[in-house]
């Protein structure tokens, strides 16, 4: 009795706890909808805190409904280029330093992504093929800009050459970055010396040299291109990052840029419709590989359970056999009378 | 009339010689014992695989840690599996991670840390994995993560390795599927003292259309063999055609049934092996054992370059 109260008080604890599990966890649920966002992948080449603070920068904007994560290394980012949830890329290029990002890059815009590039982005040496595929810059010279004694910064006036989405409410402006980065020939940087293959919208130049200082690219993705605003963190150098993100029309063409990629990008719903279709398809197969196995697993218990009975049944049997035999009265009273008999 | 006068003539006998008494205990003492053998030793919980060779044929050094000559040589890695309890299921994932400590960035990590929370330690690495979680609970994607034990020469760690594999990998080209880091493993002792953290790529060696002389795939005596060159005999395939990203399958595991696995390769191109990253120190070659679809083991082999 008190054994089958025993199963029973098991059985109603085993199904509890398998309907925990299976039955949606509503906090989880909450917690799903704020992780799973389209994800806007930020990489700052080598300078963590830029990274931070451009994230900081696009995080309140309402137009941007994203999970943001910012990545320094680039393995890692090389990775993440191919995981289906990335919407957009912003990526800044610190240094000349070629990581053997580019043809990762091209992949990503090819399949329709929406990138924004800074600072070396548009570099021959640091993106190789995709700075002219995906930051049409082809650049290999720098203009470096007027030094502000008082703002212990260079600056660059840029001016708006095509009218676009991602200037407007900022107009020409001062940009507090050491460099601008353009064509080899300075003479020729006045154009775009890339063989692209979709549109390529010059929204502001460099007034000293007319050079394409931010350019929109459309062609199988979405691309802006900044020819400036490489940094770093060393507060009092003239390269410090802080001295231009601190400046309102830096933030503002940032959000503008990415809200528009955000907007016009191709990628994020094939992909994620295909990766979707693939992981139901992958979690389907191991549902009824876990279902096969969980069958084979009752069958063997069952198998082990008849054995047992039959292992149990064969013992009594025997054990009764022998009893009958050995230790029963008629079977010894039938010897004590053969006994006498043969006495 | 015969059979009657035996049976007297024995219960006389062991009347005079023993009490019949005893020989029934004895009797019955055998058929409990017979049972009792068949029920719980006859019918114990078997390992459904066993395995008989999970060996490197490399030289050690003199803390017994394989070491990989930088010259020309056929050096081989071979699993040999034997299937004790039949099963639907047997995947062996390979990956071979680079020491990739200098890489590593994170705060402080409390002894009482677990695997996971030390993992999670490794800033960048942390965040990323814990953004893939979440998209991965939402979505159903498959991400592996797993505690292991591994023997470094004569210290055990402990580790924990965590397979982006599946999350990322499917959205790549093919050409540049081999060359994605999505594994990434930490080593660590007991006592929380040392770290090391290994980064690599999912696939039976490093660089796969260079290193790998031959792979051979072997159940019971369906062989298959992958190899740089098609011989003339037609009987290899060409590596480049070998199972992608060092993923092998087998379905429908009868008892006894045999897998092999041996993987040769050459080690005199280390550059084409490390791809040239600066870590050259120490690799660990990894095979992710699942069995019907939960992880039954890690095996690791650490390996000095």
Redesign the interface.
Known sequence: MASGQRQMARGILLAVVVLVLVSPNPL?GQ??SN??KP?LLVYSQGEPAYGRELANILSGDPRIDA?I?????P??F???L????VKVVLAVFNHDKDEGLG??LQ?FFE?GGGMVGLGFAGWQTTTRQASQTVFPLNASSYIVGSYNASARAYMHDLYVDEAHPISRDIGDFTAYTHKVFVSADKASGQQLSVKSEGEVTVVYRDAALNAPAVVVYEAAGVSVTFACFAGDSVERAPTYFGRFTSREEFRKLLRNSIAWVWASERRYGK?MS???A???E??HE?DE??A??EL?ARQHKTH?LL??VA??A??VL??GA??R???APSSRKT?VE??AK?G | MKSCSAR?WL??EM?QVVD??L??IV??AF??S??GF??FVG?RVESPIEVIRNEWNLPTDSKGIYSMPKTEGRYTYSLGLVVRK????LELLFATLKNSSF?MVGGEIPPSASARERFGAIV??G??TS??E??A??????LEEHEFRAKVGSREYEGFVVD?T????????AA?QHG???VHALLFDPNGTALQYY?GFPDFFLSRNESIIDLTIQRNQNVTKFSQRTTQQGTSLLMKDAPALGRLAFRDLRKEDQIFVTVAVNSADPDAMYQATPARDTMIHMILVFI??ECYDVFVSPIIW
């Open positions: 989880a917690q799903g992780v799973t994800l999970q994560l910012v990545l320094t290394d393995d890692l090389k990775s993440m191919y995981f289906p949830s043809e990762h992949n399949g992909t295909s990766a979707l693939r992981f139901a992958e979690a191991a590989i876990r096969q196995a084979s082990r054995r047992t292992i149990a064969l013992a025997g054990v022998i009893h035999k050995c230790f010897t053969e006994q043969g | 007297t219960n006389l009347k019949r008494r020989v029934g009797a019955i058929v409990l017979s049972a068949s029920l019918e039949p099963f639907e299921k890489k960048e690495l965040n990323m953004v893939i979440g998209y609970e939402r979505y159903h994607m498959r982006l599946w999350p990322i990998v499917p959205v790549a080209p540049v994605l880091p999505t980064r019907d679809g």
